[in-house]
């Protein structure tokens, strides 16, 4: 795969599918900036890039603070020049699962501000930059939550349609551009998302497998396999697209 010294921004990458990103495009020889909200998470997961021989750098970033994200690509421009992809990562779920009238004001408030908003930030100082610098690439995470209804999490679905839209809405404008943007959609993931998600309720886990063809849910490294390609040069010609993976829940 065609990565080497691509400079490329990963936010929530101190944990689960950002974590696992980053370990494969620093393999593939990219130089990762390791973002998260959790500093401590973002320096372990650039030191074990570092003793593994690869190019990382931990970076603190609130993506739902847009100082935070103009600090976030400044500094990356101002280190290395340039960014060639930036993956939007950072995401959360809901606290309280409950129906639409139930759906408390604080969830959606986070939720929306982190997933939606926090997308639309770090879009829209990475495209200033990506112009400036005549290429780019953006790939968003989305989920399968943001191409198919789901009951008792309204603000991840509405976030998650929304990182969807903003994706082909962007790719649309700036096509021409040579800037690419695409989105990830994955099903249930082994990360800590998912494992909030069944705390508490054991009964869950068995439900939600019978939803998948496969029977499993995906790991983190299967779904940084998809975002490495979209990355690379291999996939050039693709844009504005949702690339599903999810052992084959949306086939039903
Ligand atoms: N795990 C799943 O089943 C699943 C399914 C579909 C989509 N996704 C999406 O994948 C992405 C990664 O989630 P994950 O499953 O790896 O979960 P995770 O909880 O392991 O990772 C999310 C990371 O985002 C960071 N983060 C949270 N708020 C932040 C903020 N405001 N600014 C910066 N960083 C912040 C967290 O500290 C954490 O390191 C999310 O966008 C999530 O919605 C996950």
């Known amino acids: 795969m065609q990565l080497e010294n691509k400079v490329v921004i990963i936010t929530g990458a101190g944990s689960g599918i950002g974590a696992a990103t980053a370990i494969l495009l620093a393999k593939h020889k990219a130089l990762v900036?390791?973002?998260?909200?959790?500093?401590?998470?973002?320096?372990?997961?650039?030191?074990?890039?570092?003793?593994?021989?690869?190019?990382?750098?931990?970076?603190?970033?609130?993506?739902?603070?847009?100082?935070?994200?103009?600090?976030?690509?400044?500094?990356?421009?101002?280190?290395?020049?340039?960014?060639?992809?930036?993956?939007?990562?950072?995401?959360?779920?809901?606290?309280?699962?409950?129906?639409?009238?139930?759906?408390?004001?604080?969830?959606?408030?986070?939720?929306?501000?982190?997933?939606?908003?926090?997308?639309?930030?770090?879009?829209?100082?990475?495209?200033?930059?990506?112009?400036?610098?005549?290429?780019?690439?953006?790939?968003?995470i989305a989920s399968l939550a943001g191409l198919k209804p789901s009951g008792n999490n309204l603000s991840y679905s509405a976030s998650k349609f929304a990182v969807v839209g903003m994706t082909k809405s962007a790719a649309l404008e700036y096509g021409r551009k040579n800037i690419r943007i695409n989105a990830v959609c994955p099903g249930y993931t082994h990360s800590s998302l998912l494992d909030k998600l069944l705390a508490g309720r054991p009964d869950m886990e068995e439900t939600l497998k019978r939803l998948i063809p496969m029977d499993r849910f995906g790991e983190p490294?299967?779904?940084?396999?998809?975002?490495?390609?979209?990355?690379?040069?291999?996939?050039?010609?693709?844009?504005?697209?949702?690339?599903?993976?999810?052992?084959?829940?949306?086939?039903?």
């Open 221 to 252: 490294d299967e779904i940084a396999e998809a975002v490495a390609w979209l990355a690379s040069d291999n996939s050039k010609y693709m844009t504005g697209q949702t690339l599903i993976l999810d052992g084959g829940t949306s086939l039903q």
């Open 33 to 140: 900036i390791v973002s998260d909200i959790n500093s401590e998470n973002a320096e372990k997961v650039a030191d074990a890039i570092k003793k593994a021989g690869g190019k990382a750098i931990a970076f603190q970033a609130d993506v739902s603070r847009f100082e935070e994200v103009e600090s976030l690509i400044r500094s990356t421009i101002k280190e290395h020049g340039t960014l060639d992809v930036m993956v939007n990562n950072a995401g959360i779920g809901g606290k309280n699962l409950k129906k639409t009238a139930e759906h408390t004001l604080e969830d959606w408030d986070n939720v929306i501000a982190v997933n939606q908003t926090g997308v639309f930030y770090c879009m829209k100082v990475a495209l200033q930059q990506m112009m400036k610098q005549g290429h780019g690439n953006i790939i968003n």
